[in-house]
């Protein structure tokens, strides 16, 4: 079993009802189930925590991401400074975002990150990739 690695599009799309959402949410059933670990980086919850604040406002939003962990099996890994020479790597080679850097570099070379920003990753090779579908309107 593979380990799945969560970018912000992923849990947004999840949260939002978006496209894809019952790709990410087949991930998270399956880890259940089998017990294994899906990843995020703090800093792309990060990126979905503000996205939600601009559509929700920060009452809503904080409840519902205090809730969403104790519902999904989500482990959210923090940043220490080899993390982000990686990710910064990563940027300056493929120049993909900054923070999508951190869920890449998160991957290792060996881990699946899940997505919907295929444009920035298909630049890094021997990413491996569960693509979510083309976004539809948000629902939150």
Do not use: C
């Not at 300056?92 to 290792?108: G, K």
């Amino acid at each position: 079993m593979r380990i799945h690695i969560l970018d912000a599009s992923a849990l947004y799309r999840y949260l939002s009802d978006g496209a894809g959402a019952d790709i990410v949410a087949s991930v998270l059933k399956e880890a259940l189930a089998t017990d294994t670990e899906v990843m995020m980086s703090v800093i792309n919850w990060g990126e979905v925590y503000y996205t939600l604040v601009k559509h929700i406002g920060l009452a809503k939003t904080d409840k519902l991401m205090t809730e969403l962990l104790g519902k999904v099996p989500v482990s959210l890994v923090g940043v220490a400074l080899e993390d982000a020479l990686r990710a910064a790597r990563l940027k300056a080679r493929y120049n993909i975002p900054y923070a999508d850097a951190f869920a890449a570099a998160l991957t290792r070379g060996q881990h699946v990150l899940v997505t919907a920003d295929i444009e920035h990753f298909e630049r890094v090779p021997k990413l491996r990739l569960l693509r979510l579908p083309r976004a539809k309107k948000a629902n939150i």
